[in-house]
């Protein structure tokens, strides 16, 4: 079986009634439209879990049958837009691929995936060909019937979408296309479509429709009820935009467990996202999957003295083994990110076919890590560990202390407590260097402290962006003196990413020894990263210092 992922870039538009009609494709300045159509008639069977898993976090899950690409369709939104990721149909059609499943595992919990709505859509499809007759583009006219599965709700309604047949082509040559188009849509007064998915079209998301509750399910299926079915059909391009989510509360007189409910339950829902995009090797999905690993352990951290019981320390093990599967990935990110400049850097000491040859290594080994964290999380330890995250999220476990808090109060208590923690081992670091003198604390020891120091200033910055994002503000006082830390993050991050490179470089080789192979390119890289992870660990050492003084000034 074959899964083919791409990335998808369209546009939908709408018209009055009748207006499709004025439509005059020769307009289109210095693009070709296809005079015949291709009908297509297709059937496309949406799936969620009883509680919407899918459809809450902007995913859809769809079989679709009667087009150019049937088969199991799974789409969501992620880096650089739109994505869709296809497996063929298996021989008996309706039989849902155990690959899909799979995949869908971290936002399911295991439960049971089942039809929610069938769209029917007649589609006419014309290609836009650029001056060379090559196609760039389809544009599809689409009437769609569409059935809730749940409520025997009907609706129907109609819509143009232009979608680039190559997804990668520069911005500019998209806006190119789609200015085209839309300037000959306007002129027979169509205008950008509101709606954000078929499927939230057919679940009455964007009606006002409202979904039947779970609970109100179980019980027409437990007695046998029988729902009337129900007839709703909007007219063409009469669809309404969904209302959005709000900001969240800012800090203040709410109560303090809302913070943590608030902090947790926005890094719970990021994890289960990043886990989809690992398993489906989603450019930076690793990255931001550590990062939000790291970010739920940090606000765990900040708020021990907040949470009792242990379930956020069997919480805080658990991200940690994740962390652990993460970090050999991530670091062969970095050194494959850092190659081509590092070379570039010794202007023309390593030769085009030697920096080409470290750089396939480098890209090689970075899959193969990636390839070992796919694995890690199709496991059940990690499919429990999701469940945990979200369970602890929808209700931490706080202390009564925690519920006379004001949510302000608690902010504080979370960024304070990280900051303090940027001071102790920055206090540790600056004891070393006065007790032992350079030549004792140099090299590895004092790597090692300003990766701690390092580590501690990040934890502020992601205990910091989460309230943000949250809307959960702490004081001012405290809110500058996380900014303060963070301004130093990238600079004892450069130091980091060198020791990252430096260790890559010198197993690379101790290989190319063994096998007898030229080691003079990674030789002289080798070289200049030792020098630079030397001049950035003794200038390492300075930095902490001046962010010692600065959050000592800064928290009093």
Not at 180 to 195: D, H, L, N
Not at 300 to 327: H, I, T
Not at 379 to 401: F, K, N, S
Request: include cysteine; hydrophobic fraction near 40%; glycine fraction near 10%.
């Amino acid at each position: 079986m074959t899964a083919v992922a791409h990335r998808e870039v369209e546009r939908k538009y709408e018209f009055p009634e009748g207006a499709e009609a004025r439509v005059d494709w020769s307009g289109l300045e210095g693009w070709t439209v296809s005079a015949d159509p291709v009908e297509h008639r297709m059937e496309a069977v949406y799936h969620d879990t009883q509680d919407m898993a899918l459809g809450r976090r902007l995913v859809a899950l769809r079989r679709r049958r009667g087009g150019a690409d049937d088969g199991w369709h799974v789409k969501f939104s992620g880096p650089g837009g739109r994505h869709e990721f296809q497996v063929p149909l298996l021989r008996t059609p309706d039989r849902m691929p155990a690959s899909v499943r799979n995949l869908l595992a971290g936002l399911t919990g295991g439960q049971e995936l089942r039809p929610v709505a069938t769209l029917r859509t007649v589609r006419q499809v014309r290609t836009i060909s650029d001056s060379t007759g090559a196609e760039v583009a389809e544009l599809a006219a689409d009437v769609v019937e569409a059935v809730d599965e749940r409520t025997g709700t009907e609706r129907s309604w109609s819509e143009w979408e232009v979608e680039l047949l190559d997804g990668t082509v520069p911005e500019e040559r998209q806006e190119q296309i789609f200015a085209a188009v839309e300037a000959v849509v306007r002129a027979a007064g169509g205008t950008p479509s509101t709606s954000r998915a078929k499927i939230a079209r057919a679940l009455g998301e964007e009606d006002g429709g409202t979904p039947v509750p779970p609970e109100q399910e179980q019980q027409a299926e437990s007695t046998g009820t029988k729902r009337k079915r129900k007839k709703d059909t909007k007219g063409k391009g009469q669809g309404q935009k969904g209302k959005g989510k709000g900001r969240g509360k800012k800090a203040g007189k709410e109560p303090g467990p809302d913070v943590l409910r608030a902090v947790l339950g926005e890094l719970a829902e990021q994890l289960v996202l990043w886990d989809l995009q690992v398993r489906l090797d989603v450019p930076d999905a690793v990255h931001q999957m550590r990062v939000t690993s790291r970010s739920l352990r940090s606000v765990l951290k900040a708020a021990a003295p907040l949470l009792e019981g242990d379930a956020a320390e069997e919480l805080d093990a658990g991200l940690r083994r994740l962390a652990r599967a993460l970090s050999e990935a991530r670091d062969a990110e970095v050194t494959a990110e850092l190659m081509t400049g590092r070379v570039a850097e010794l202007d023309g000491r390593v030769g085009p076919a030697e920096a080409e040859a470290l750089q396939r290594r480098a890209e090689e080994q970075a899959r193969t890590a990636a390839g070992k964290v796919r694995r890690h999380v199709t496991g059940r330890e990690h499919l429990q560990l999701l469940a945990d995250v979200q369970d602890v999220a929808a209700a931490p476990p706080v202390t009564g202390e925690c519920t006379r808090l004001s949510a302000r109060e608690v902010s504080d208590v979370l960024v304070h407590r990280a900051l303090r923690k940027v001071v102790r081992v920055a206090e540790r670091v600056a004891e070393a260097e006065q007790a032992g003198g350079t030549e004792q604390a140099g090299g590895p020891q004092r790597l090692e402290h300003l990766h701690d120091v390092r580590k501690a200033v990040k934890r502020v910055r992601y205990v910091d962006a989460v309230l943000d994002r949250t809307g959960m503000r702490p004081g001012k006082q405290l809110r500058r003196a996380a900014r303060d830390a963070e301004d130093y993050q990238d600079e004892l991050g450069r130091i980091m990413d060198a020791a990252v490179l430096e260790r890559w470089l010198a197993d690379t080789a101790g290989a190319l020894r063994r096998t007898g192979e030229d080691r003079y390119a990674v030789g002289a890289l080798h070289g200049a990263e030792v020098v630079r992870l030397r001049a950035g660990t003794d200038g390492g050492v300075d930095v902490v210092g001046v962010l010692l003084s600065q959050l000592r000034e800064d928290l009093g």
